[in-house]
């Protein structure tokens, strides 16, 4: 399996912008998809957007308009800019990796607080 690191998170205020990264210990890219998800306090844990190869990528309608996924390649290295930020954006957002022939993320990191004050 992959490590995965997030890192980015912290305390803003609504209508604020944060921007999170997830550095890959290896070279995945080309063999993966790589999504964000969040899980909030007492609710289950949702996906927020994947890139896939050829740089597909996919929104949940709560973040479309304000938060885009990107990777950079050299670095290892997926991004979520998250713009707009609402109070209900509060959570603990999660890297994570998955094959590209496989339907399950098998690779998870420690998960970045995201906090958005209203």
């Known amino acids: 399996q992959v490590q995965l690191v997030e890192s980015g998170g912290g305390l803003v205020q609504a209508g604020g912008s944060l921007r999170l990264s997830c550095v890959a210990s290896?070279?995945?890219?080309?063999?993966?998809?790589m999504a964000w998800y969040r899980q909030a306090p007492g609710k289950q844990r949702e996906l927020v957007a994947h890139i896939s190869s050829g740089d597909r990528t996919n929104y949940a309608d709560f973040v479309k308009g304000r938060f885009t996924i990107s990777r950079d390649n050299a670095k290892n290295t997926v991004y979520l800019q998250m713009n707009s930020l609402k109070p209900e954006d509060t959570a603990v957002y999660y890297c994570a990796a998955r094959l590209l022939t496989m339907r399950d993320f098998t690779s998870w990191g420690q998960g970045t607080q995201v906090t958005v004050s209203s």
């Open positions: 290896r070279s995945i890219f080309s063999t993966h998809v």
